[in-house]
């Protein structure tokens, strides 16, 4: 009976556990560049949701830093957060995509509002609303995104 690996069986061993070995750390550095990406992008989304919610008329075609979308609704006391949010500069643009007037729809439109309410509905009664979709960009020196807002006037 033999006691002892041979050479060559322990050289085989070591050269698939480093190819393994290997792998793992290249799947990890993998991994981990991917969860950096990914956490760049939380961020921006973040931040054009901050623009999104907070802007207003006066900031259309301007740049400006996180703090000024900011400054108005919220109290910022924290001085390091202040000036993080300051240094966070936007290229904000908004402008008009699209604008309908439910009265000027189509017939067709309303046909499925007549069968649902028994053939009684008339285009008339409805009130003047007008549906406006703002298209609003944002980019900083990173990325540039792009979206849609919907009101009702």
């Given amino acids: 009976m033999r006691k002892a690996f041979t050479l060559m069986e322990v050289l085989v061993a070591v050269g698939i556990i480093s190819v393994v070995v290997i792998g793992l750390l290249s799947s990890n550095s993998t991994n981990g560049k991917l969860s950096q990406r990914l956490s760049g992008q939380f ?9 999104l919610l907070n802007a207003n008329e006066n900031f259309h075609n301007t740049e400006k830093s996180l703090y000024d979308f900011l400054e108005k609704k919220f109290h910022i006391k924290n001085a ?7 240094e966070q500069k936007v290229e904000y643009t ?3 995509f699209s604008q309908v007037k439910l009265l000027d729809l189509d017939e067709s439109y309303f046909k499925d509002i007549a069968v649902l309410t028994g053939g009684a509905f008339d285009k008339s009664s409805l009130p003047d609303l007008v549906f406006n979709i703002q298209k609003v960009q944002a ?3 990173k990325a540039s995104t792009i979206g849609y807002t919907f009101n009702i006037r």
């Fill in 94 to 96: 908004d402008k008009e």
């Fill in 43 to 51: 961020h921006e989304k973040e931040q054009f949701s901050i623009i």
């Fill in 139 to 141: 980019s900083n020196h």
């Fill in 80 to 86: 390091d957060l202040r000036r993080w949010l300051k």
